[in-house]
């Protein structure tokens, strides 16, 4: 009875180093597709941030050029993409942000002169003190962040901005 048994210990050991050995990999793939998976949504953030660095900037050049009337911003267009974070951040390139207009359209361009708030009275508490701010100028902001890789996220905004105008 001995002699039949054997060998099967050694056979029972080897289809079990075969199984763990089929988990291993089987873990090890799903890591490695977890990783590639966390990259992209990594490059994608950055890529939505670069883009929210752009409207910020666009915003802050709405809010300094709308008190002097002007129609049409400059904006820095992908030939002039704008770099953020530091270099030692991103050693392989720093993320841009740039205008990305639709074909024919500004990246930042006024959607009408202005806008009259019906009955306002203005917004100066003072009252009869100074400029009264009772008019509003919508801005649309169109805006790309890229990532140095490729990854890119378009933000479009509307903004509302006071201008002077009184009585």
Same mark, same amino acid.
């Given at each position: 009875m *001995? *002699? *039949?048994e054997s060998g099967s210990a050694l056979i029972i050991t080897v289809l079990v180093m075969l199984l763990l050995g089929a988990i291993g990999i089987s873990a090890? &793939?799903?890591v490695m597709r977890d990783q590639q998976v966390a990259g992209y949504q990594n490059r994608s953030s950055t890529a939505f941030y670069a883009a929210e660095a752009g409207v910020a900037q666009a915003k802050d050049l709405v809010r300094r050029n709308v008190l002097s009337g002007v129609e049409k911003l /400059?904006?820095?267009d992908y030939a002039t993409a704008v770099s953020?974070? &530091?270099s030692s951040l991103y050693p392989e390139g720093q993320p841009i942000y740039y205008g990305a207009p639709? +074909?024919?359209e500004d990246p930042v361009q006024s959607m009408d002169e202005s806008l009259k708030i019906a009955g306002a009275a203005? /917004? &100066?508490m003072r009252q009869g003190m100074? +400029?009264?701010w009772n008019n509003f100028a919508l801005w649309k902001i169109r805006v790309a962040g890229q990532t140095p890789d490729g990854a890119v996220s378009r933000i479009e905004v509307v903004t509302l901005n006071q201008v002077p105008g009184g009585y």
């Open positions: *001995r *002699r *039949r090890l &793939d799903t /400059s904006f820095a953020i974070g &530091d639709k +074909p024919g203005g /917004s &100066d100074g +400029p009264r």
